[in-house]
């Protein structure tokens, strides 16, 4: 036990000591969560047309999807995403669990990864899990991407290329365009993006970064997250119908979890549909996260990389981090300082997440207390 005290001691010495937060009492602007479309905040909107028509959903599955008796509201909100993306979907439990699931599962003998380093940690655990062999690109570096694929595209039965569309850390967007472009040079190239923090944000209909680029066609592997924008819980992943196949038979991570919950998949098929419908609530997300990536950016001097609701502030050392967060909790933001490991040492920061139920006036607000914080803290 003493080597494991050791361990803990040390992140509390470097600042990196990690504690779940407990429930705050009081009014606060939270900018911690995935929130973006403000659907979350507002759940309760929405309760009275869940409970009429969904008056006898189950509120559990009480097994996996292969063994559960009551499926059908599995297969509705499948077939809805069917008929959104134009091909079959399949749910799983979590981001994590779609991740870990396919990454692993789809490699077969013959197969290179070819990942942007920065990556989703599910998606690397998916990789040690498989053992896969894999060479990493960098961050949207494209040029690059398309180096590693000629070094490596004819000694190959397959090369799955694997990146994010929003990036989690820096809200940055992965150039789309060019990296599905090269599958028309790399015929064994296939495409899996992660649209986690994309779905219900970005797009006329919601459906993340691909829709609004029209490139819906060109990725091979689609998965998005029920528990961001949506409001919900769970993910889904868009594929062939081959691969829907394969999956249901190879999947671990689906095979061995018990489902989400019957009513979780309702719920999730309500937000859905609603999120159809909110384009003008998704211009304002745009406009608002454009104002204050522009304020953090006259507030540090340095350029911010954010083009989504995602907006760093980076530090550079997590002690500060964290004193910055503290001052922004006693002025009623809640923003939480992101440390090694889930940054790299010196990308320290603090993460905002804007949701599309805040006005440009209170945008403007926050700023303002930001700058208060940033001086008390220097």
């Keep these: 036990m003493s080597d494991y005290s050791e361990i803990l001691a040390t992140l509390n010495e470097e600042g990196r000591l990690r504690r779940i937060p407990p429930h705050r009492k009081g009014r606060f602007l939270d900018l911690s969560g995935n929130d973006y479309m403000g659907l979350a905040a507002q759940a309760g909107k929405w309760r009275e047309e869940f409970a009429a028509r969904f ?16 499926q059908q509201v599995f297969h509705d909100l499948e077939a809805f995403l069917e008929k959104s993306y134009g091909r079959p979907a399949l749910m799983f439990n979590s981001g994590y669990h779609a991740n870990v699931g396919l990454v692993s599962s789809l490699d077969i003998p013959g197969t290179l990864w070819v990942t942007d380093k920065l990556i989703h940690a599910s998606a690397i655990d998916g990789l040690r899990l498989a053992h896969a062999d894999y060479k990493r690109w960098r ?50 190239m296939m495409l899996y993006v992660d649209e986690a923090h994309a779905v219900g944000a970005f797009g006329a209909a919601g459906l993340g970064v691909a829709e609004a680029e029209g490139l819906l066609n060109d990725i091979d592997i689609l998965v998005g997250t029920l528990g961001k924008a949506c409001a919900s819980v769970g993910a889904f992943a868009v594929i062939s119908p081959v691969l829907k196949e394969y999956l249901v038979n190879c999947a671990r991570s689906l095979i061995f979890s018990t489902a989400i919950a019957p009513a979780n998949a309702a719920w999730s098929l309500l937000m859905l549909e609603k999120l159809q ?5 998704r211009e304002h997300l745009g406009r608002i996260s454009r104002v204050f990536r522009e304020g953090i950016e006259t507030l540090t001097g340095m350029d911010n990389p954010s083009r989504s609701a995602i907006v760093p502030l980076v530090t550079g050392d997590a002690r500060k981090a964290v004193r910055i967060s503290q001052e922004l909790e006693q002025a009623g933001i809640l923003a939480l300082p992101i440390r090694r490991p889930t940054v790299p040492p010196g990308g320290e920061r603090i993460r ?9 006036a209170t945008v403007a607000d926050i700023l303002n207390r930001i700058e208060d914080c940033l001086n008390l803290t220097k």
């Design 277 to 281: 419908e909110m384009n003008a609530r």
């Design 352 to 360: 905002f997440s804007l949701n599309a139920t805040l006005s440009e």
């Design 139 to 188: 961050h949207n570096d494209v040029a690059h991407l398309r180096r590693i694929l000629e070094q490596e595209h004819d000694a190959r039965e397959r090369l799955i290329v694997l990146c994010e569309s929003v990036y989690s850390m820096d809200g940055d967007i992965a150039p789309l365009r060019e990296i599905a472009a090269l599958k028309k040079e790399f015929p064994k």
């Design 55 to 70: 008056n006898d959903v189950a509120m559990s599955a009480s097994a996996s999807r292969l063994l559960a008796s009551d």
